[in-house]
């Protein structure tokens, strides 16, 4: 069975520090996708960052990186310079790439940016 | 914006009263899926499909139905609804083409059974 494990389920850091939210997975699939997905007060599920799994370089976008550890099964989100609108409730998930792409959920972490 | 629209956004019914909601896009992706999100356990897969009327269970299937006889629409059925699936349902599609592995996610429907 797949699954992705959240071990914090809330974090709360000051605006401009920076934040890493810790995600593991377990599957016996080598080829995969993995996400950070956000969802903030209006419910609306917004993706952040993507990974593949044969690539072995981390995956950025602006203000965020992951660092993907395959061997580990690791697949941590780090935010930068946080700002108030990075208050959300972030998932981590992943996605086998063969038949049915099913994507499967962490628990979830509930992350306040206080000013 | 993905085309995703999720109806009723919002509704409260009774325990023992069927339900139905539905999902409608406009992208033609193939995959359809029907999740749904409870605190401390993220978002869990009820159904999916992956064409008209292809269909197949998730992790949390037992009490749901569904149906797809159009690319556009893919409907979840509660048969009775009971109160442990008060929940938010997200409809999620997927362009299999493109091959990004990205799920695109509707707005969330908010049942409350009583």
């Known amino acids: 069975a797949q699954t992705v494990t959240q071990s914090q389920p809330e974090m709360s850091v000051q605006e401009a520090e920076t934040v890493t939210l810790s995600c593991t997975y377990d599957t016996s699939e080598n080829n995969y996708y993995l996400f950070w997905y956000k969802q903030p007060p209006s419910r609306q599920m917004i993706l952040v960052i993507r990974?593949?799994?044969?690539?072995?370089q981390n995956a950025t976008e602006n203000r965020f990186s992951v660092n993907f550890q395959k061997a580990a099964k690791s697949f941590s989100l780090k935010i930068s310079d946080s700002q108030l609108g990075d208050t959300a409730m972030y998932f981590c998930a992943f996605i086998i790439i063969q038949g049915a792409q099913k994507l499967v959920f962490g628990q979830g972490t509930r992350l306040t940016i206080n000013p | 914006d993905a085309g995703i629209t999720q109806s009723p956004r919002h509704k409260v019914t009774e325990t023992g009263t069927p339900v139905t909601l539905r999902c409608h896009q406009t992208?033609?992706?193939?995959?359809m899926y029907w999740y749904r999100q409870d605190p401390g356990h993220g978002l869990r897969l009820i159904h999916y499909s992956y064409g008209v009327k292809d269909t197949d269970k998730g992790e949390v299937s037992d009490g749901y139905s569904v149906s797809r006889s159009k690319t556009e629409d893919f409907l979840l059925t509660l048969e009775s609804a009971t109160s442990s699936q008060t929940s938010v349902y997200f409809c999620?599609?997927?362009?299999?083409?493109?091959?990004?592995?990205?799920?695109?996610f509707g707005e969330g429907s908010r049942l409350t059974v009583l």
């Open positions: 992208e033609n992706h193939r995959y």
């Open positions: 999620a599609i997927s362009d299999q083409v493109s091959n990004t592995g990205e799920l695109f």
């Open positions: 990974q593949e799994a044969y690539k072995q």
